[in-house]
Structure formats: C-alpha cells, structure tokens
C-alpha cells in the first residue's frame, strides 16, 4: 500500500501540479514583463567576483521598438518565425541533412520561440534535459502567449552583452538611443552579435561577422513593406 502510494505521488500527483504549476506561471507572464530569468541568476554567479559586474535591462512593449530592430532580430534568427508553430522543422530537416550528407558541424537551429522559451525559463545549459524542458515551454508559450508576446519578451530577455539584457539597455548602453530609435545600421548591429553577446559588441564589430551583417540587410530588403 505504502508503494503504491509513492508510486501515486511520484507518477501522477507530481506531474499534475508540475503542469498546473507551470501553466498558470506562463499564464501569468503573459501579462507580467519578465524582469529576472535563469540566465540572469547563472551569469550573477558566474561573475560574482568581478566588482563591476551588474546587470541592466529595462523592459519596454513592442511597440517601444524601432521596427528595423524587429526585421533585423528575425532576419538574423528566425525568418520564418511568422510561420512556424514554435520549430521549424525544415530548418531542421536541412541542418540533418547537411550534416550527414556533407559531414558538415553540427548548427543551431534554434526559433526565436525556443530561445525565448530557453531564456526565460531554463539556465541554458548544453543538456538533453534542457532541451526536452525548451521544447516544453516552447509548447505552452507558443499556446497562450502568441507570436507578438513571444517576441516581446525575446527582446527584452535577450542576452545582449556582459550583463546586459534586453534590446533597450542594450540601444543605451552601446549607442545612446533607446530601442525605439535605433536606425537600420544600429538594429542589425545588435541583432548581429545575438548568437555570442558575449564576444561580439555592436558598437564594435569584428571582421568575421560583417558577412552576416549584409545577410541580414539583404533578407530585410525581402520582407513586405
């Protein structure tokens, strides 16, 4: 009796409240602005013995950002983040093929949904677990907050640089302007750096990257006016 017991909690009480639990948090941030992620609370740690180590983000609506921002972060990310129900499997399918076929390394292939999903609700580290806990939440914020809060909180949790999150602190910090203000060559320069925010700054680019930068300013020119 006793083992069914522990069976019961284990097998089916625990995973009800985890999903009831879970549901009403992204409920609930449909609506509240994520101010404080996993990432946020890893980096704190990872640099917590550097004196000048602080975080900065301020959090704005969609509509507080330039729309160049907004064509330059999904040129760069997810181009077919209109489209797409959280993953894009074609992306996938190519990333596969290619790998196997061409024994090209191994990319990303990540949607803006699953980066948000990853930043907002994981500590982003290299496991299948955290992939199977993305793919997740990916599911319930794709189902209750829709595209356009997905992509607000993207660009309000994204890791922009060395404790600096979100597009608006970042639009500050390295060109003086809040988000809505950026012009194009300032929005692709943050949306460029994205995938190592760590390495790459804005304000700064490196050689390497400048390729990207007119990949995403070709593929902006595609998008609908």
């Known amino acids: 009796m006793k083992g069914r017991r522990i069976a019961y909690r284990l097998f089916v009480h625990i995973p009800l409240w ?3 639990a879970s549901l009403a948090l992204v409920t609930l941030l449909k609506w509240v602005p994520v101010r ?4 946020m609370l890893k980096r704190a740690f990872q640099f917590r013995n550097e004196e000048n180590y602080h975080s900065e983000q301020k959090w704005v609506s969609l509509g507080d950002v330039s729309p160049e921002l907004i ?3 999904i040129a760069a990310e997810d ?3 209109w489209q797409h129900h959280g993953f894009d499997w074609a992306e996938f ?3 596969r093929r290619s790998h196997m076929q061409e024994d090209t390394m191994l990319r990303g292939c990540s949607t803006i949904s699953q980066q948000t999903a990853k930043n907002a609700f994981t500590f982003g580290t290299p496991t299948l677990v955290r992939k199977v806990l993305e793919a997740y939440w990916t ?3 794709e189902w209750i907050w829709g595209k356009n809060r997905i992509l607000e909180v993207y660009l309000n949790v994204a890791e922009t640089g060395k404790g600096i999150y979100g ?3 970042a639009s500050k910090y390295y060109f003086g302007v809040t988000a809505k203000d950026l012009d194009t060559r300032q929005a692709v320069s943050i949306a460029v750096c994205l995938p190592r925010p ?3 700054h804005p304000d700064c680019l490196p050689v390497k990257v400048r390729n990207k930068y007119s990949q995403i300013i070709d593929e902006m020119l595609q998008f609908p006016g």
């Open 167 to 169: 597009v608006d602190a």
């Open 93 to 95: 399918r190519r990333m």
């Open 36 to 39: 404080y992620t996993p990432l």
């Open 18 to 20: 985890t999903l009831i």
């Open 71 to 73: 064509q330059a972060v």
């Open 139 to 141: 599911c319930l914020i």
């Open 79 to 81: 181009q077919k983040y």
């Open 198 to 200: 760590l390495f790459f």
